[in-house]
């Protein structure tokens, strides 16, 4: 299988060449040429599988330059680092299920690609006889920052930066953040929102003339976010691993399609579900779940896209997001592949802040995605009333998720089995936890972890338990202007 930019689909490259490249030399993001299919055999003999198994067999259909072997030797060390099953699916209610995607060495969904990606990443280089260094660079709304450094902490040959918005994470994502370990690790908080953080990496992965000086030192560009099918083709895995625990439980019949509930920022993780139904995998409803930050929910509803708009810092900061990238390649396989068309839309995007979608894509894109909103008081009555009901204990995105399905299903006869994807931990967000719960506001984010814990009786997890006596790495601040400036100096100091 090759990939192909949404922008060009004229380039096309093997599966290994994509990871490493991580965006396309045009701007575009690389997608599959074409889609493996599952069938019922495959789904029932992966219920008898391990997770391990289950990743290395998606892993396989769609990185098609490695060895099964290989993917099975990732799959495993990856899964090594987790606390128990990787994702395991809970049912909480008649036909409603969650998945838990935050029992990774940093406590958040983002664990489940970025544990697999280092080994993916080392191997391509060797595939590709790769002497440069690699520098990968990361803007992040939280999680995603602290998991790529723990994965790509003292990789041979890699270095790593992450960007994060200043005042946009919490603090205990800040804290993950800046006392990471590793030699080959930068930590820069950006003086903005996440958008401006992501777009001007993306604006360096563009900048052809600083690519050729850093490759003229021996340094290759590459990013460990979404935009990098590195990352994105490993979250498939999870969401057919729900579908086959559902199966071998006997919770629905072969062939029955369930919902998922996706809690979306980046749209990196609904569009990895949208991608295992192209697969095969049996999909009622896509139901993309956004926070008071509803761009998407907008334009789903209306199918203009629009940035032009008031920027929230909310409970669920990972969902602060305006700029969406990944919904370039929804709408580039929605199309039918209409690359010149996706090339004008993100122009527009670029230079006028908006696009928007002809009617026919629009009613294509609805029979699709549901999308809804929930407001920050929905959140936190949420939050609450899903503890009382189920002694069940929510995080923000996830409890924004469980809102906005309420909403879905109280306004249609959707009576299909659905899956929330839960994740990240309750304690990496303490302080509006903690609040939901007791409408106590405790303004420091370890105390308030342990008055979690005291209140609620739930383990802390182990990346978590002694944050507050780390010391700090970290502590640089740059503007959004400056980012490239600050990659300048990493080089320069290594």
Not at 34 to 61: H, I
Not at 113 to 125: C, E, I
Not at 180 to 202: I, P, R, W
Request: hydrophobic share 40%.
């Amino acid at each position: 299988m090759n990939y192909i930019s949404t922008r060009n689909k004229n380039n096309k490259v093997p599966p290994s060449k994509a990871i490493l490249d991580g965006i396309a030399a045009d701007g575009g993001l690389y997608v599959p040429e074409s889609f493996p299919l599952f069938t019922d055999s495959d789904f029932e003999g992966m219920a008898e599988m391990p997770y391990p198994e289950r990743l290395a067999t998606v892993l396989s259909r769609f990185l098609t330059d490695f060895t099964y072997q290989e993917l099975l030797d990732y799959a495993t060390a990856a899964d090594a680092k987790f606390d128990g099953d990787s994702c395991p699916l809970v049912k909480v209610d008649d036909d409603v299920y969650i998945i838990e995607l935050f029992h990774g060495p940093t406590s958040a969904f983002k664990d489940m690609a970025l544990s697999v990606m280092p080994y993916l990443m080392k191997a391509a280089k060797d595939k590709l006889n790769e002497k440069n260094k690699t520098l990968i660079l990361v803007a992040t709304s939280g999680d995603t920052g602290k998991a790529a450094l723990e994965g790509f902490k003292d990789a041979d040959g890699i270095d790593i930066m992450v960007f994060y918005p200043f005042d946009g994470v919490s603090g205990i994502q800040k804290a993950q953040m800046t006392t990471t370990e590793g030699n080959n690790v930068c930590v820069t908080a950006v003086k903005g929102n996440f958008d401006d953080a992501q777009t001007a990496v993306k604006n360096i992965f563009g900048d052809k003339e600083f690519g050729e000086k850093l490759l003229n030192k021996g340094i290759a560009l590459s990013s460990a976010n979404s935009i990098n099918i590195g990352r994105l083709i490993p979250q498939i895995a999870y969401y057919i691993s729900a579908y086959v625990d559902l199966l071998g439980a006997g919770e629905t019949e072969k062939g029955e399609a369930v919902n998922f509930v996706v809690p979306t920022g980046n749209f990196g993780n609904i569009l990895a579900a949208y991608y295992a139904k192209k697969s095969g995998l049996p999909i009622n409803k896509l139901i993309c779940a956004s926070n008071k930050n509803n761009i998407l929910t907008d334009f789903f509803s209306a199918g203009e896209y629009d940035t032009d708009r008031t920027f929230y810092k909310t409970a669920s900061p990972s969902m602060d997001i305006l700029v969406s990238s990944n919904l370039e390649r929804l709408l580039f396989d929605v199309s039918g592949g209409d690359d010149k068309m996706i090339s004008s839309l993100m122009k527009d995007l670029k230079q006028n802040g908006k696009f928007s979608v002809s009617h026919s894509m629009l009613a294509a894109l609805d029979s699709l995605i549901a999308a809804g909103y929930a407001e920050e008081k929905e959140t936190t009555l949420t939050i609450e009333n899903f503890y009382n009901s189920y002694e069940y204990l929510l995080d923000p995105h996830t409890a924004v998720a469980v809102s906005v399905y309420e909403n879905y299903i109280n306004s249609c006869s959707d009576d299909a089995k659905t899956v929330i994807v839960s994740t990240a931990s309750p304690y990496k967000f303490a302080v509006d936890v903690y609040y939901a719960l007791t409408s106590t506001r405790v303004t420091d984010h370890f105390n308030a972890l342990k008055k979690l814990n005291a209140y609620t009786g739930l383990d802390i997890p182990d990346g978590l338990q002694d944050l507050d006596l780390k010391t700090p790495r970290f502590n640089g601040v740059v503007k959004k202007d400056e980012i490239k400036d600050a990659v300048r100096q990493f080089v320069s100091e290594k």
